[in-house]
């Protein structure tokens, strides 16, 4: 079921073979791999999650578990439908997410993952420019009688806008009130326009799929299944996967 619901990079483990060469889809895949559940003998089964039309995901981690998230979850996207259809905001103010493995991709495109903002006035700058963008695609997609990016797919799942990943590791209680009325803006309007709201320490994500890594991890929607969040990608692995698709 894995290889049909997240076919290739989207679900395979960071041992298998598909890290060698990309291979990029040509249709919007919908879920992703977070994990897997014990299985006898060794062989666990993936744990998915839908990644489109589900909302926000209000995460629940420590550091080394947000960052093996975060890391896992961009490489999966840049590998599966390439680095140009990928937009990614990062707020990290201590910088522990070590985004920066990605920085090579930026050759590709300077909006697919560029430098960790890490002070609110720049973060407060690019969720203005994060609602101009989904204005537009909103503007587009009523032009062609839509409500939401995921119905224009029809049949096709061909992706006509890039896939939008906010990332946000940590408070953003001091935004301005203009910067928390857009974030809010964001998060509500968001998930039919494209945009995966990730966050840590934030509380009360509207519309939130809420998941606890570990371990013991849980998720909504996944039921009481004992699985564990999966460790990020290796430095080397991430390093050699961006010099493949630059």
Not at 92 to 97: C, F, G, I, K
Not at 109 to 136: G, H, K, W
Not at 168 to 191: E, F, H, K, Y
Request: glycine share 8%; charged share 20%.
């Amino acid at each position: 079921a894995a290889a049909i619901l997240a076919p290739g990079a989207l679900s395979a483990p960071w041992s298998d073979a598909v890290w060698q060469e990309p291979e990029q889809a040509p249709v919007l895949q919908r879920f992703v791999r977070l994990g897997e559940t014990a299985g006898e003998g060794g062989q666990g089964v993936p744990v998915l999650l839908p990644l489109v039309e589900h909302g926000n995901w209000q995460v629940q981690a420590s550091d080394d578990d947000f960052r093996s998230l975060v890391q896992g979850l961009l490489l999966r996207l840049f590998f599966t439908f390439n680095p140009a259809r990928v937009r990614v905001v990062v707020y990290d103010p201590d910088l522990t997410l070590d985004t920066a493995l990605f920085s090579e991709l930026r050759q590709i495109s300077r909006d697919a993952c560029p430098s960790a903002t890490t002070s609110v006035e720049e973060f407060e700058a690019r969720l203005e420019v994060l609602i101009d963008e989904l204005t537009e695609i909103d503007d587009a997609l009523t032009s062609r009688g839509f409500d939401t990016l995921w119905g224009s797919l029809g049949g096709t799942d061909r992706l006509d806008f890039p896939i939008r990943v906010l990332v946000l590791n940590g408070s953003v209680s001091a935004l301005s009130d203009r910067g928390q009325t857009r974030l809010t803006q964001l998060l509500r309007i968001g998930p039919e326009r494209g945009l995966v709201m990730i966050g840590r320490s934030v509380i009360g994500l509207p519309r939130a799929v809420r998941l606890s890594l570990g371990q013991l991890a849980q998720a909504d929607g996944l039921g009481s299944a004992e699985w564990k969040s999966d460790d990020g990608p290796s430095r080397s692995l991430v390093l050699n996967a961006c010099a493949a698709l630059a």
